[in-house]
């Protein structure tokens, strides 16, 4: 697994809960080590035992602790160039939705041997949405649902979203969109800080 991932983990213990919640956590799962290095791939068995080892440490399901990291990589100051890939999708969040196809690709722009799942979005009628991620590895689903939650508000859309598991490494998240321009969003500049 890619140290960025393995490190959004670490980033998001540390940065949600303290550093010394994450040195329990790298205690728990055994690691040896207190920091991930962000440019290395880790074996994938690692990945598992601190996801597990955070989720028993913070008294979190699996897929809620998943689904925060989401969240915090789409909206936490720490991981601003994250929300700032994402945001470059598009102007709304329809746009962004339409771009989620494109978003390994530009994840590999900016690091070229980081492997994200295949993303497919499919619109069944106005404003309802099917987002297929597939991939080597579970876990993806739940990232994206929280990542597409925290993008809706940074957005000012109002989303309903709900995940459907559809095999091992494969996950289907239904989005309704309720309404587009429900609330102000984030600002954002394509050129500069916000």
């Known amino acids: 697994m890619h140290g960025l991932i393995n490190r959004a983990i670490q980033g998001f213990v540390a940065d949600t809960y303290g550093r010394a919640r994450w040195i329990a956590v790298t205690h728990l799962a055994d690691l040896g080590f207190a920091d991930f290095e962000a440019m290395m791939i880790y074996p994938p068995e690692l990945t598992q035992r601190v ?4 989720a028993r440490e ?21 991981a601003e160039a994250v929300r700032r890939l994402l945001r470059f999708g598009g102007v709304t969040f329809v746009d962004f939705l339409h771009s989620l196809d494109d978003l390994p690709e530009r994840a590999r722009l900016a690091v070229s041997d980081l492997a994200l799942p295949a993303l497919e979005l499919s619109e069944h009628a106005p404003g309802r949405y099917t987002l297929t991620v597939s991939g080597e590895h579970d876990g993806f689903g739940p990232v994206l649902l929280g990542v597409l939650r925290a993008m809706a508000d940074d957005y000012g859309a109002l989303v309903y979203t709900e995940l459907r598991r559809a095999g091992p490494g494969s996950d289907a998240l239904e989005i309704t969109l309720v309404e587009s321009a429900y609330a102000e969003g984030r600002r954002f500049v394509l050129g500069g800080s916000d």
């Open 58 to 78: 913070l008294g979190k399901a699996r897929d809620e602790l998943l689904e925060d990291i989401g969240i915090y990589l789409a909206s936490h100051p720490q």
């Open 51 to 54: 996801l597990d080892a955070a």
